[in-house]
């Protein structure tokens, strides 16, 4: 499969600019022949709003993307805000080629604490013909949740973020090293720039089943694009089958 990640900055709560980004990306992905394309954490309204729920997409925005991305023929990862009766989570949706829905597990920070309701269940789907799973930000820093997706038999995992300096250690090392550890693929799409208090690492990279890294992005707007490689049972860890609980 061809994987495509958007880094850019974030919309910072302009709905207008963010819908007309994503189907920017969509088309290039699209003309690329990628089969996905992930997008940063709460792209719509923007991470680092103030109130993200009171610009949360609605459902008639959500169906307009999806609809967007079917012509497209790429299945898109959006990263948004949403509203379910009183609660309000951090959440990715597969729209597109694939239907899917993720509320974020790992919360961070108090903001986020104060803001989000944390999720309480994975999502796996099927996406050309590779299993599939989301995480959000946080939670690809946490090694039990990529144990228990490959345990599923997750060979791709597709990450939003909105990761923040000083952190510059998670797209470098942490990112790779949970997809070699694991024998999964994962891309990773964050922002770059600056958003209010907040200054981005960028970093966005797609990481293979082996660790290689296939594509990564620096500190600046970038549409990744590469080729996932055939997985080489040889060389695809085995961490999961010989762990000795103590």
């Given at each position: 499969?061809?994987?495509?990640?958007?880094q850019?900055?974030?919309p910072?709560?302009?709905a207008?600019?963010?819908?007309?980004?994503?189907?920017?990306?969509?088309?290039?992905?699209?003309?690329?022949?990628?089969?996905?394309?992930?997008?940063?954490?709460?792209?719509?309204?923007?991470?680092?709003?103030?109130?993200?729920?009171?610009?949360?997409?609605?459902?008639?925005?959500?169906?307009?993307?999806?609809?967007?991305?079917?012509?497209?023929?790429?299945?898109?990862?959006?990263?948004?805000?949403?509203?379910?009766?009183?609660?309000?989570?951090?959440?990715?949706?597969?729209?597109?080629?694939?239907?899917?829905?993720?509320?974020?597990?790992?919360?961070?920070?108090?903001?986020?604490?104060?803001?989000?309701?944390?999720?309480?269940?994975?999502?796996?789907?099927?996406?050309?013909?590779?299993?599939?799973?989301?995480l959000?930000?946080?939670?690809?820093?946490?090694?039990?949740?990529?144990?228990?997706?490959?345990?599923?038999g997750?060979?791709?995992?597709?990450?939003?973020?909105a990761?923040?300096?000083?952190f510059?250690?998670?797209?470098?090392?942490?990112?790779?090293?949970?997809?070699a550890?694991?024998?999964?693929?994962?891309?990773?799409?964050?922002?770059?720039?600056?958003?209010?208090?907040?200054?981005?690492?960028g970093?966005?990279?797609?990481?293979?089943?082996?660790?290689?890294?296939?594509?990564?992005?620096?500190?600046?707007?970038?549409?990744?694009?590469a080729?996932?490689?055939?997985?080489?049972?040889?060389?695809?860890?085995?961490?999961?089958?010989?762990?000795?609980?103590?």
């Amino acid at each position: 499969m061809r994987i495509a990640v958007l880094q850019c900055p974030s919309p910072s709560g302009d709905a207008e600019r963010a819908v007309s980004g994503a189907r920017m990306a969509l088309r290039a992905a699209s003309a690329a022949g990628a089969g996905v394309l992930v997008l940063p954490e709460v792209f719509l309204p923007g991470y680092n709003c103030a109130d993200p729920a009171a610009a949360a997409p609605d459902a008639a925005l959500l169906e307009e993307l999806h609809a967007t991305a079917l012509v497209a023929g790429c299945a898109l990862v959006l990263g948004h805000a949403e509203r379910e009766g009183d609660a309000v989570y951090n959440s990715a949706s597969v729209l597109g080629t694939a239907r899917a829905r993720y509320h974020k597990v790992q919360l961070y920070g108090p903001r986020e604490r104060a803001l989000y309701t944390p999720g309480d269940a994975y999502c796996t789907f099927d996406l050309g013909g590779l299993r599939a799973a989301l995480l959000i930000c946080y939670d690809i820093e946490f090694a039990p949740h990529i144990k228990a997706l490959a345990d599923q038999g997750v060979q791709l995992i597709l990450c939003p973020t909105a990761n923040m300096m000083p952190f510059v250690h998670v797209p470098a090392h942490t990112v790779p090293a949970m997809a070699a550890n694991h024998g999964l693929a994962i891309a990773y799409a964050n922002y770059c720039g600056s958003e209010g208090n907040l200054t981005y690492t960028g970093g966005s990279l797609i990481a293979g089943p082996h660790g290689e890294v296939l594509a990564q992005a620096g500190q600046h707007p970038a549409l990744l694009i590469a080729d996932l490689p055939p997985r080489d049972p040889s060389r695809l860890s085995t961490q999961s089958l010989d762990l000795r609980t103590l």
